[in-house]
């Protein structure tokens, strides 16, 4: 068996073409949730399925991955490893990765690049979060605090400690948390609920509403879907990714065939000697 990271399986989902395959059937979770769009529902369905079934996930919903530069993300590109053992100190090092902020990405790739290397060089600020701030508004005109786009560390162990019971009841609190919000809400804003929720992230671009059918304008009503969003969107959507790994595969273990197949490589630490016999043999 082969292992490995949160942030490699999250790779393996972002980089499927949802526009080549069919929908994903089923629910996201045991009740019935309208908050999300058709991508992000296929989105965590992926996810579950992977975790679930990986071999009928490559066959049925996968193409060999490509080595492409999605420009999300700070650190991106390589091709990723997977490990033999669950404590190969490349599988649980903690690694950071950072998202790029999404007015960067709407620039086009030239800026993201010019990001990135930004970023290289500004890193150690981090440690000063004013300064860092700071910086970033002068060289880029956004004011973003790193935690904000913070992918955060990808080893398996992170929240190991997690049971499926605690993410059940985590989950549910928050569907409870939600639909009381709602009820308390005003006829309008309720209108605005049901009629834009599923469209979060048109407030990350700099697109207008085609439909803003609501008194708001584009820029109040972008304001209240990333509120929501940061409430209780993107709190569920991790919960329920947690809930997925924990209950299906809670160490990421996978078939080494399986991974080479979506274009893994092994590990050079734990499969060092492997590795060099093969060379050998050529």
């Known amino acids: 068996m082969a292992y490995i990271t949160k942030s490699n399986a999250s790779r393996i989902i972002r980089e499927i073409d949802f526009g080549k ?9 045991g009740q019935r949730i309208n908050l999300f769009s058709l991508k992000d529902k296929n989105i965590l369905l992926a996810i579950s399925k992977l975790y679930s079934n990986p071999d009928e996930f490559v066959n049925s919903k996968y193409e060999k991955i490509e080595n492409i530069d999605t420009l999300s993300y700070v650190f991106e590109g390589g091709q990723p490893a997977y490990h033999a053992k669950l404590d190969c ?8 990765n950072y998202e ?4 960067i990405k709407d620039k086009g790739k030239e800026e993201v690049l010019r990001f990135r290397k930004w970023f290289n060089e500004n890193k150690s600020l981090l440690e000063k979060p004013d300064t860092y701030v700071m910086r970033l508004q002068a060289a880029f005109g956004i004011k973003r605090s790193a935690e904000e786009f913070e992918v955060g ?5 992170e929240n190991e400690n997690l049971d499926l019971e605690d993410l059940t009841l985590k989950i549910d609190t928050l569907l409870a948390e939600i639909q009381e919000y709602y009820n308390k809400a005003s006829d309008y804003k309720k209108y605005v609920i049901d009629n834009f929720i599923k469209s979060t992230s048109m407030a990350y671009t700099s697109y207008s509403f085609k439909n803003n059918s609501t008194k708001y304008t584009d820029e109040v009503l972008k304001k209240f879907l990333k509120q929501y969003d940061k409430a209780f969107k993107r709190p569920l959507k991790k919960l329920l990714r947690n809930y997925y790994r924990v209950k299906f595969n809670p160490n990421l273990k996978f ?11 092994k590990c050079a630490h734990c499969h060092g000697e492997e590795i060099l016999e093969g060379a050998d043999q050529n």
């Open 21 to 29: 395959i069919k929908n994903f059937e089923g629910d996201v979770y």
């Open 89 to 96: 100190p490349k599988l649980i090092s903690t690694f950071r």
């Open 100 to 103: 790029i902020p999404q007015e």
């Open 153 to 157: 560390n990808s080893g398996v162990q």
């Open 255 to 265: 078939e080494g065939a399986i991974l080479e197949q979506l274009g893994f490589k």
